[in-house]
């Protein structure tokens, strides 16, 4: 008899570290798997295939608001914050050997509800959005430069919307 052996492809380890800064919206196990779910397809549509960790905050609109007004001097709420670990712009990663530690996402619940209600869609949505929205910043992306960077990230977040099966019709 003879033994074949099949190389079935590892998929990257995603560890997520939670914290809920905020109790104003739930943040259970339902939140985290529809978080970890854009956070999985970002990385999959990316072709990002290293084991990584990512923070994820839950806050409301003051603490995003603290946060923004610390790291970034702009003195109001805003929906999520990005805080990369890397320059992958310009090709600062860890070795490949290494566990890719991409950074934190600190999120408003609160914000993200009222924008949901904004634009016509669910809360769920607007949180994965957000998600991946900070997810590409966290691999290297931008929106603020050009006008050709932001038509490139609505690209990939409509395509990462897409496979996680939370388009916009």
């Known amino acids: 008899m003879k033994i074949i052996k099949l190389k079935i492809p590892r998929r ?20 985290k798997a529809l978080i970890e779910k854009a956070i999985r397809g970002t990385l999959e549509c990316e072709k990002f295939e290293r084991d990584v960790v990512v ?45 890719c530690e991409l950074g934190d996402i600190v999120l408003s619940l ?13 809360y769920e949505r607007e949180c994965a959005f957000l998600t991946v929205h900070s997810m590409l910043h966290l691999l290297g992306y931008d929106h603020v430069n050009s006008d050709e960077e932001d038509r490139d990230m609505r690209a990939r977040q409509r395509k990462i919307m897409k496979a996680i099966g939370l388009e916009i019709k």
């Open 12 to 31: 990257p380890r995603v560890k997520i570290y939670w914290a809920d800064e905020q109790d104003k919206y739930s943040a259970g196990r339902k939140m």
């Open 55 to 99: 923070s994820v905050t839950f806050t409301d609109n003051e603490g995003i608001r603290e946060k923004n007004r610390e790291f970034r001097d702009i003195d109001r709420a805003t929906d999520v914050l990005s805080f990369p670990m890397y320059d992958m712009k310009n090709g600062d990663l860890p070795d490949p050997d290494e566990v």
């Open 110 to 122: 609160e914000k993200a509800a009222a924008q949901a209600e904004e634009f016509g869609h669910s």
